[in-house]
């Protein structure tokens, strides 16, 4: 069983930045092709924040680009979500997803609350 251990959430002003990370479980065996982060801001549906692929490609929404960060630890284990000049709307809960062995799998969430 995959499981995803997520920290680093917590509380900052605008414009201060945190730092997320997913751990991925020892009990894998294959390589885990993509990485996601996703978030769920309050009252509002889940939505992809960025990924990150084998390989190395990044992709970004839009409201983040430029601002946050994806990447991959050495250890292929921990994805990293580094997140500069934070706004109040980048309140949320934040999770980690993979795809490993044909199956999606999430963390338990983050809280991140971005004051003004």
């Known amino acids: 069983q995959v499981q995803l251990i997520e920290s680093g959430g917590g509380s900052v002003q605008a414009g201060g930045s945190l730092s997320l990370s997913c751990e991925v479980s020892?009990?894998?065996?294959?390589?885990?092709?993509i990485r996601w982060w996703y978030r769920e801001p309050p009252g509002k549906e889940r939505e992809f924040i960025a990924?990150?692929?084998?390989?190395?490609?990044?992709n970004y929404a839009a409201s983040v680009k430029g601002r946050f960060t994806i990447s991959l630890l050495i250890n292929k284990r921990t994805t990293t979500l580094q997140m500069n000049s934070l706004r109040p709307e980048d309140t949320a809960v934040y999770f980690c997803?993979?795809?490993?062995?044909?199956?999606?799998?999430w963390g338990q969430g983050t809280q991140v609350t971005v004051s003004s």
């Open positions: 997803n993979v795809l490993y062995s044909g199956v999606y799998y």
């Open positions: 020892e009990s894998i065996f294959r390589p885990i092709s």
């Open positions: 990924n990150i692929i084998s390989a190395g490609t990044t």
